[in-house]
Structure formats: structure tokens, C-alpha cells
């Protein structure tokens, strides 16, 4: 069963630092980008950084950068989400989705869409209060 599972959220206070794995379950994850995204309590999901398979670029919003770091590990099949400097503002779910990409179709950036992404987690919750 194709899965990605997401753990590592929980309640911190500001300042402080969090850091989200997530797994890939019956896939290999390292043709896949991978992507972060979170949703805020009646807010749209954003995405917040992704990085790309193979040369593993990546690439982050301007509301997380210098706080936030991704990055994966393929021998372990999961990616990683470092914030560090939490905000009340970063409280969200956060998801983590893999995009399919080969590495003979040239350079992977992030897809206009979030629908371009294959396969979602359940999610995990971040929420950051004193």
C-alpha cells in the first residue's frame, strides 16, 4: 500500500523547534520530489518548501525563509521538515506530498498545482502558543 505518513508535530512555544518527518511507504522515495505544505484553521493550504530528486534543490515560501529547512534522506525513504524559530502564525497541519518525476526529463521545479502532487499524507498538527 502507497503511503506517506507524516509524525513529529506537536505544541511548542514561540521560539522554539520543531522537526516533521515523513515517510514513504510502498514507493521509492527518491524519484520523487517532495513538497511541504500546511493548513492554517480557515485559511487555503499553502505550500511552504519543497525539494527536488536527484540534485535535491530546494525551495521555500518567503514567509518561512531562514527559519524552515527541508531536507531527505532516500537510503531511509523519508523526508524531513526543520522549523526552527516557531511562530503563532506557523500554527497549521502540515502535509507532506510526493510528485513523481525521472530524472531524463531535466530539472523538477515546483508545479504551479498542488493537484500535480501524487501521493498526500494524513497530516500533522504544529501548533505554537505560550
Known amino acids: 500500500q502507497v503511503q506517506l505518513v507524516e509524525s513529529g508535530g506537536g505544541s511548542v512555544q514561540p521560539g522554539g523547534s520543531l522537526r516533521l518527518s515523513c515517510e514513504a511507504r510502498?514507493?521509492?522515495?527518491?524519484?520523487?520530489?517532495i513538497g511541504w505544505f500546511r493548513q492554517a484553521p480557515g485559511k487555503d493550504r499553502e505550500g511552504v518548501s519543497s525539494?527536488?530528486?536527484?540534485?535535491?534543490?530546494?525551495y521555500y515560501s518567503d514567509s518561512v525563509k531562514g527559519r524552515f529547512t527541508i531536507s531527505r534522506d532516500d537510503a531511509k525513504n523519508r523526508a524531513y521538515l526543520q522549523i526552527d524559530n516557531l511562530k503563532p502564525e506557523d500554527t497549521a497541519v502540515y502535509y507532506c506530498?510526493?510528485?513523481?518525476?525521472?530524472?531524463?526529463?531535466?530539472?523538477?521545479?515546483?508545479?504551479?498545482?498542488?493537484?500535480?502532487?501524487?501521493?498526500w499524507g494524513q497530516g500533522t498538527q504544529v501548533t505554537v502558543s505560550s
Open positions: 506530498a510526493a510528485d513523481y518525476f525521472q530524472d531524463s526529463w531535466g530539472e523538477w521545479e515546483p508545479p504551479p498545482l498542488q493537484e500535480e502532487y501524487d501521493y
Open positions: 510502498g514507493f521509492v522515495l527518491e524519484q520523487y520530489a
Open positions: 525539494i527536488a530528486p536527484y540534485d535535491h534543490t530546494t
